[in-house]
C-alpha cells in the first residue's frame, strides 16, 4: 500500500488559484509515475495532469493546459497541483494516484494502483 493524502482543496472564485498538495507516507513514491483525476458529481472520473517519476515528462488535459502545472519534490515524497485562472467547471473532487507500472502517459484511471481520499475544489462565477 501507498498511502496517498491530498490537501489544499477549496472554494474560490472564478479567476483565482489553488496549490494541491499530495503527500505518500509510509513509503516512497520517487520511482512511481504519478497522476491528478478530477471526478465532478454525475462524471466519470478524467485525467488532469500526470509526471514521470523523474518530474521530466509532464502531460496535461486539453482543458488545462496553460493553466494547471503538476510538479513534484521526490525529496519530500510529495506532488503538487498549482492551478490558476480556475474556471466553474474546474469544480470536482481532485484525486491524486500513484502507477507502479505506468508512466505520464498514463490516463486512464484504470492504470492507476494506488489513491488518496480526494480533495474537494469548488470554483463559483
Known amino acids: 500500500q501507498v498511502p496517498l493524502v491530498e490537501s489544499g482543496g477549496g472554494s474560490v472564485q472564478a479567476g483565482g488559484s489553488l496549490r494541491l498538495s499530495c503527500a505518500a507516507s509510509?513509503?516512497?513514491?520517487?520511482?512511481?509515475?504519478m497522476g491528478w483525476f478530477r471526478q465532478a458529481p454525475t462524471q466519470d472520473r478524467e485525467h488532469v495532469a500526470s509526471?514521470?517519476?523523474?518530474?521530466?515528462?509532464?502531460n496535461y488535459a486539453d482543458s488545462v493546459k496553460g493553466r494547471f502545472t503538476i510538479s513534484r519534490d521526490n525529496a519530500k515524497n510529495t506532488v503538487y497541483l498549482q492551478m490558476n485562472n480556475l474556471k466553474p467547471e474546474d469544480t470536482a473532487v481532485y484525486y491524486c494516484?500513484?502507477?507502479?507500472?505506468?508512466?505520464?502517459?498514463?490516463?486512464?484511471?484504470?492504470?492507476?494502483?494506488?489513491w488518496g481520499q480526494g480533495t474537494q475544489v469548488t470554483v463559483s462565477s
Open positions: 509526471i514521470s517519476w523523474s518530474g521530466g515528462t509532464t
Open positions: 494516484a500513484a502507477t507502479s507500472y505506468g508512466s505520464s502517459w498514463s490516463f486512464s484511471a484504470r492504470e492507476y494502483d494506488y
Open positions: 509510509g513509503r516512497t513514491v520517487t520511482q512511481y509515475a
